[in-house]
């Protein structure tokens, strides 16, 4: 976790938050003016100062009996960063300078038996404890719950990669570390994880397996749990170890049982992952395909069903493809090319595609380059070439600050995902877009993409924006009611609580209709086992069969 954040955003932009002048036109055209809302630089301080006062229901004495030989601060500022997640709602409530419960200390162990220390000793005491990795939770994960005493189990100070069987092609990390940590180590090395989500800059390792996180270059590497071999877990009953084997036949296999836990099972110390030969070749390019999302979806659908499917595919809506390029327009990502634009208009109204091939072999990429060809030419598509896929990877992890400085513009700019069979998509699509659009009115946009899919379906990953609001607590209301709303229409088109965000504590009361009472069950047992004084996360994932957490 970055502790130089500025609390209530993403972070500092390395070009200074300012919002980008063509995406500042695109939203006065459909959103309206921007106007003076509080940054976090202007209530972080004020947000923090109403609960900075020393409320730790922990004094040195007691945590110093509690985990003797672990770092520990009951700092109020430190506990104040520790204690919630970077949902829109989250940020939001910095902005506004609403208080929140601080945790009453974070602890910082560096070692798997140290966390097992920690746990024994609150679980002896009834004292609850919030794993959290980057913090970059957008489901509620690491809202420190409100509850007598809670403890934050940061796991900043295990970030160490432990081994690398380039035999195997398995790499073992602790599970603090983040994204670009291990990255770095692998490709200084002719590797790597091939995990990038969008968070990549902050989240870690733990964070991805607790979450069931996925990589925007999901379609070449997989999602976490396709790359996670093993993993070592402290529970407040010992260590539970899963997997270490390429595939077995030992029964249920335990390691779906770590993989989204969400900080309610246990601590993920560390991992055994898969890791592929650093790609030598590595190509991107966009296209348009004319028509409604649906003539896209079909060409994601018949690349991904091909083993040479490609790396990356994404397949944008009519909307976000007019944002995309009406942001970038013939002077931004499309660059000065404005032949390109002008090829490109034939196509509109369409859908942007941006496909990426990585591989070791230019033979292998040459083979899926050409299929994609051939599918996007099925299509009807009008190539755009390779800028627009260049520089959509170049600024794929850019979006969280824009979305910073829409916020200081007093926009509303908040996500939503979610995953159907591809018979499904469609009318997911059109349903959920509507919703949004009777939710939030004339003063909003809303926009879709694919960016993960399956043989058998794929998941779709909304953007919504909607007019400023200079009270913070304004635009907070407004999102609350539309995201009930997007709930209830999810269960509706039979579509997953979500794809790849997790459930935490905002999605919880929508698992039990997803899942049915005995999967309900499961869970708790699974808990029950485990956790036993039931102190893990209290509230996420997961609560008592009477509610109570
Ligand atoms: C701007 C933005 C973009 C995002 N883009 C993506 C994306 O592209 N793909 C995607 O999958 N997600 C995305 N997310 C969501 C989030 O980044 C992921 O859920 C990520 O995996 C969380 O990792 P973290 O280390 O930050 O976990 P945290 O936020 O610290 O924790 C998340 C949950 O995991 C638990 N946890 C954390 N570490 C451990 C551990 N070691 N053991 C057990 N439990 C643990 C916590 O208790 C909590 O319940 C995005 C979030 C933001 C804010």
Sequence with gaps: MDHGAPLGAWGEAPSGRVLDPRTEAFARARLG???????????????????????????????????????????????????????????????????ARLPDAVVFPTSHDHVLEVLAACSAQGIAVVPVGGGTSVTGGVDTPDLDTVVVCSLDRMSDVQNLDTESGIVTVQAGATGPQLESYLNERGWTLGHFPQS?????????????????????????????????????????????????????????????????????????????????FREYSAAIVPGDFSAAANVVRALTRSPLRPTIVRASDEAETRALLTMSGPGGVLGGAFSMYVRMRRALPGSLIIVGWESESATTLAAMRAFARERLADAGAVSIGGRPGRSWVASRFLGPYQRDAMMDAGYLVETFETVVVWSAIDDTHHTLAEVVRAELGDDSYVMAHISHSYEVGASLYFTVLAGARSDPRASMDRWRSAKAAIMDALAECGAAVSHHHGVGRDHRDFLPAAIGPVGEDVLRAMKTTLDPGWIMNPGALVTRSDGQR
């Design 200 to 280: 990549f800059e902050r989240a870690t390792i733990g964070g991805y397996i607790a979450t069931r996180s996925s990589g925007q270059s999901s379609s070449g590497y997989g999602r976490i749990e396709d790359l996670l071999v093993g993993a070592e877990v402290a529970t407040p009953v010992g260590t539970l170890s899963v997997g270490g084997y390429p595939a077995s036949a030992t029964g249920p296999d335990l390691r779906h049982v770590v993989l989204g836990s969400e900080g309610a099972l246990g601590i993920v110390t560390s991992a055994d992952l898969r890791v592929r030969a650093f790609p030598t």
């Design 33 to 99: 003016e921007p106007l003076g809302a509080p940054g976090p630089s202007e209530t972080a301080g004020r947000g923090a100062g109403q609960t900075l006062h020393d409320n730790s229901a922990l004094t040195p004495e007691r945590m110093r009996a509690l985990c003797p030989g672990v770092e520990w601060s009951l700092e109020a500022s430190l506990r104040a960063r520790f204690s919630r997640g970077m949902s829109y709602l989250n940020l939001m409530s910095w902005r506004a300078g609403e208080a």
